[in-house]
């Protein structure tokens, strides 16, 4: 396996340049998530990190504050997926569409309630999901997940992806935003519209004032002294890897971001995190304080129901 893992990377790294840009983005957004679930304990996250069989890039040898920086971003992403899932279940969501969201382990737990789950991303990332799901995924969750490949500021290939889905349609989008530029966010969110408004449903994301939302959970382990420091060693962490600086001011104050949907014909709703207390895998590795700090948090208005006008 390991070998027809190899032969898919280097095919793809030996074709266009623009192949070779997705296989950077497999190394940066795929990669990394899945260090941050697999070390918060989620165990469709380890096996993707394990099959996939690829060096992690941030360790202690080479970060100072690993262990920190490490947990918070665990916490930081399990929460992300766990809110989702929740949120999916409650309101009994039949159809899926989980946007830029790497090989997204909740697309395989989501697969294994029965839910139609369509990841739209990169065609990397999408040819390694469609590996790992044959190697580890349940019957459910082969039947009822499909990657998808398309650019998030392409409409046509959106929509063709959306169609493959009957009826209301829950989109998941996280973690992506403040990696886009101007002109490919406000594309991508004039395409999220038009599924909206062709096939009913909601959007729901944490990335509107992400940065506010990241602080705090930090702040949740460490104490609001050590929050921002915290939330500026990961945005440098992420920026060696990417390349290029983070746009992590743009859309942080909430009525800026609710001007912005009214301008894509878009509205939203903030809602707590979960509606109960959850049950997270990183609880085993904080101590009772910070899992009370950390449930108090979760009642918090950080996750945003987007609908279309």
């Not at 623009?18 to 983005?25: K, L, P, S």
Request: hydrophobic share 45%; charged share 25%.
């Amino acid at each position: 396996m390991k070998k027809f893992l190899a032969m898919i990377l280097f095919a793809l790294m030996m074709t266009t340049s623009a192949r070779a840009a997705e296989f950077e983005m497999v190394e940066y957004s795929a990669q990394v998530k899945l260090q941050w679930l697999a070390a918060a304990g989620i165990p469709e996250a380890q096996k993707f990190l394990k099959l996939i069989d690829r060096p992690v890039f941030f360790h202690a040898d080479n970060l100072n504050d690993f262990e920190r920086l490490e947990k918070v971003n665990a916490l930081y992403q399990e929460l992300n997926c766990a809110a989702a899932i929740e949120f999916v279940r409650q309101k009994n969501c039949k159809n899926v569409f989980d946007l830029a969201c790497s090989l997204s382990p909740r697309a395989m737990i989501l697969g294994d309630d029965g839910r139609q789950v369509i990841v739209g991303e990169l065609q990397t990332v999408c040819l390694l999901g469609d590996w790992c799901l044959e190697e580890f995924g349940s019957k459910k969750a082969i039947k009822n997940v499909e990657y998808t490949s398309f650019w998030l500021q392409d409409k046509a290939g959106m929509m063709a992806a959306a169609d493959k889905l009957k009826g209301e349609i829950c989109i998941i989008e996280q973690g992506v935003m403040i990696y886009l530029t101007d002109d490919v966010r406000a594309q991508m969110y004039d395409n999220i519209r038009d599924v909206l408004k062709k096939h009913g449903g909601c959007l729901i994301t944490s990335d509107f004032c992400q940065k506010k939302y990241f602080t705090d959970a930090a702040a949740a382990l460490y104490g609001d002294e050590n929050s921002a420091t915290l939330y500026n060693e990961t945005k440098a962490m992420y920026e060696q890897v990417f390349g290029d600086k983070i746009s992590d001011e743009t859309l942080q104050d909430e009525q800026e971001a609710m001007d912005f949907l009214k301008t894509h014909g878009l509205r939203a709703t903030k809602v707590p995190l979960f509606t109960r207390a959850p049950k997270l895998n990183i609880f085993s590795k904080l101590t009772p304080a910070q899992i009370q700090k950390v449930n108090e948090l979760t009642t918090r208005n950080y996750l945003w129901v987007i609908t279309a006008l």
